[in-house]
């Protein structure tokens, strides 16, 4: 690299801490071995540089945990273990407000059919903030979310029919207030938590609807009545059991079965609610089964399978939003976990997972993938030399408007967020010419 412009820029990057990119790489941060928690069904929280989740099972009674581990990995810590009296077997993961951790647990409590709880992020005896009976739901399975004073979520059974519902809960605790029952035809036995925007909680059904195969639902947050948005035939997908993201007026999600191969699809559907587009199929090989929503990063969006892949343990993949052929990231192979049924969290590019098992004890994994960098190239003028004065140059004739010098120069969208020639593109550009992350 040549002096002046471009080793300025460095000196300035080093000296503000920024750190060399890594390649994409997977670690192990924790493996389960009974005693610690075993089979974490559930995906992560992340305060910091600590990670929240929970397990299924195993800790002091066998009856499931609430642990935090590093980002770096290293000491695992149990902040909880159920005994049935706040609940036990906990299946889904733990959402974070100030200092404290709320979720819920599929079983235990003064009803018997489960809780929802909180507890400190530094641990302690959860507080059980309302139980279900049958009547008012049970088997909460999925999580919560948090808007304003009051948690949502849904229960699995129960309610007016047996068939599940859509509860709420005031952070402070009290009784669970049914917003919805599911009657089968607007949709039956939801697995999955909810997704709220506005006023406007979305959600899926793994069966119900027309075809009995499963729906994708909206509701006001009051609780009226619930609109069926799509409802699933299995030529394109059946038995949704995770949460969809939203972005702009666009929600995806997966199915865990159906579509062109039987193994499960991605998929996409207006806010509005129409015929859904099916964006990528799963056929063993690139995976199978998807359990877990999907997180989005700029035109990608990133899950897991719990089946399929090379060695039909599961795998993390990557499709675009656009859709097209399902690019594998990891296949798990047992040392590195096995059958990952919960979605991923991303924190610059690193995505942070569980396996439910596999790993030295066989009780499950909490992993780390770094990503490649989707920004552009240091050799932005594609001269073959990366990060000099010329590259820097080219950047700003091309933000300006003008024409790239060399008539090879990278996308002015350098993040590759969508949006051409932003502040965040001039960061972005100026951190990787100085060997830094993206």
């Given at each position: 690299?040549?002096?002046?412009?471009?080793?300025?820029?460095?000196?300035?990057?080093?000296?503000?801490?920024?750190?060399?990119?890594?390649?994409?790489?997977?670690?192990?941060?924790?493996?389960?071995?009974?005693?610690?928690?075993?089979?974490?069904?559930?995906?992560?929280?992340?305060?910091?540089n600590t990670l929240y989740g929970t397990t299924f099972t195993g800790g002091a009674s066998n009856l499931g945990t609430?642990?935090?581990?590093?980002?770096?990995?290293?000491?695992?810590?149990?902040?909880?273990?159920?005994?049935?009296?706040?609940?036990?077997?906990?299946?889904?993961?733990?959402?974070?407000?100030?200092?404290?951790?709320?979720?819920?647990?599929?079983?235990?409590?003064?009803?018997?059919?489960?809780?929802?709880?909180?507890?400190?992020?530094?641990?302690?005896?959860?507080?059980?903030?309302?139980?279900?009976?049958?009547?008012?739901?049970?088997?909460?399975?999925?999580?919560?979310?948090?808007?304003?004073?009051?948690?949502?979520?849904?229960?699995?059974?129960?309610?007016?029919?047996?068939?599940?519902?859509?509860?709420?809960?005031?952070?402070?605790?009290?009784?669970?207030?049914?917003?919805?029952?599911?009657?089968?035809?607007?949709?039956?036995?939801?697995?999955?938590?909810?997704?709220?925007?506005?006023?406007?909680?979305?959600?899926?059904?793994?069966?119900?609807?027309?075809?009995?195969?499963?729906?994708?639902?909206?509701?006001?947050?009051?609780?009226?009545a619930i609109t069926t948005l799509v409802t699933f035939n299995g030529a394109n997908g059946s038995n949704p059991q995770?949460?969809?993201?939203?972005?702009?007026?666009?929600?995806?999600?997966?199915?865990?079965?159906?579509?062109?191969?039987?193994?499960?699809?991605?998929?996409?559907?207006?806010?509005?609610?129409?015929?859904?587009?099916?964006?990528?199929?799963?056929?063993?090989?690139?995976?199978?089964?998807?359990?877990?929503?999907?997180?989005?990063?700029?035109?990608?969006?990133?899950?897991?399978?719990?089946?399929?892949?090379?060695?039909?343990?599961?795998?993390?993949?990557?499709?675009?939003?656009?859709?097209?052929?399902?690019?594998?990231?990891?296949?798990?192979?047992?040392?590195?976990?096995?059958?990952?049924?919960?979605?991923?969290?991303?924190?610059?590019?690193?995505?942070?997972?569980?396996?439910?098992?596999?790993?030295?004890?066989?009780?499950?994994?909490?992993?780390?993938?770094?990503?490649?960098?989707?920004?552009?190239?240091?050799?932005?003028?594609?001269?073959?030399?990366?990060?000099?004065?010329?590259?820097?140059?080219?950047?700003?004739?091309?933000?300006?408007?003008?024409?790239?010098?060399?008539?090879?120069?990278?996308?002015?969208?350098?993040?590759?967020?969508?949006?051409?020639?932003?502040?965040?593109?001039?960061?972005?550009?100026?951190?990787?010419?100085?060997?830094?992350?993206?």
């Amino acid at each position: 690299m040549s002096r002046s412009i471009a080793s300025i820029v460095c000196n300035l990057a080093v000296a503000a801490g920024v750190s060399s990119a890594s390649a994409q790489t997977l670690t192990t941060l924790a493996t389960f071995n009974g005693t610690n928690g075993r089979d974490p069904r559930a995906g992560l929280t992340l305060s910091g540089n600590t990670l929240y989740g929970t397990t299924f099972t195993g800790g002091a009674s066998n009856l499931g945990t609430v642990f935090s581990v590093p980002v770096t990995g290293g000491t695992h810590t149990t902040l909880v273990t159920f005994n049935g009296t706040s609940g036990f077997q906990p299946v889904a993961g733990l959402i974070l407000s100030g200092n404290t951790l709320y979720g819920t647990a599929s079983q235990g409590g003064s009803g018997g059919r489960g809780t929802v709880f909180s507890v400190p992020v530094i641990g302690g005896t959860p507080t059980t903030l309302a139980t279900f009976n049958g009547a008012n739901g049970a088997l909460p399975i999925a999580g919560l979310i948090l808007s304003a004073s009051t948690l949502y979520g849904t229960t699995n059974i129960g309610g007016a029919n047996d068939l599940g519902t859509v509860f709420s809960v005031p952070v402070t605790g009290g009784p669970a207030t049914t917003l919805v029952t599911f009657n089968g035809a607007n949709g039956t036995q939801p697995v999955a938590g909810l997704i709220l925007s506005g006023n406007t909680l979305y959600g899926t059904t793994r069966l119900g609807g027309t075809a009995t195969l499963g729906s994708v639902f909206s509701i006001p947050g009051a609780g009226e009545a619930i609109t069926t948005l799509v409802t699933f035939n299995g030529a394109n997908g059946s038995n949704p059991q995770a949460e969809l993201t939203l972005s702009g007026n666009t929600l995806y999600g997966t199915t865990q079965s159906g579509g062109a191969n039987g193994r499960g699809t991605v998929f996409s559907v207006p806010v509005s609610g129409g015929t859904p587009t099916t964006l990528a199929t799963f056929n063993n090989t690139n995976g199978a089964l998807p359990q877990a929503g999907l997180i989005l990063s700029g035109s990608t969006l990133y899950g897991t399978t719990v089946g399929g892949g090379a060695n039909n343990l599961g795998t993390v993949f990557s499709v675009s939003v656009t859709g097209g052929p399902v690019t594998t990231l990891v296949t798990f192979d047992g040392t590195n976990g096995t059958n990952p049924s919960a979605g991923l969290i991303l924190s610059g590019n690193t995505l942070y997972g569980t396996t439910r098992r596999g790993g030295t004890s066989g009780f499950g994994t909490v992993f780390a993938l770094v990503l490649p960098s989707p920004c552009g190239t240091p050799d932005f003028d594609g001269d073959g030399d990366e990060g000099t004065d010329a590259d820097i140059e080219a950047f700003f004739i091309v933000l300006a408007g003008g024409t790239c010098p060399t008539g090879t120069c990278a996308s002015i969208d350098f993040d590759a967020d969508g949006d051409e020639g932003t502040d965040a593109d001039i960061e972005a550009f100026f951190r990787v010419i100085a060997g830094g992350p993206c």
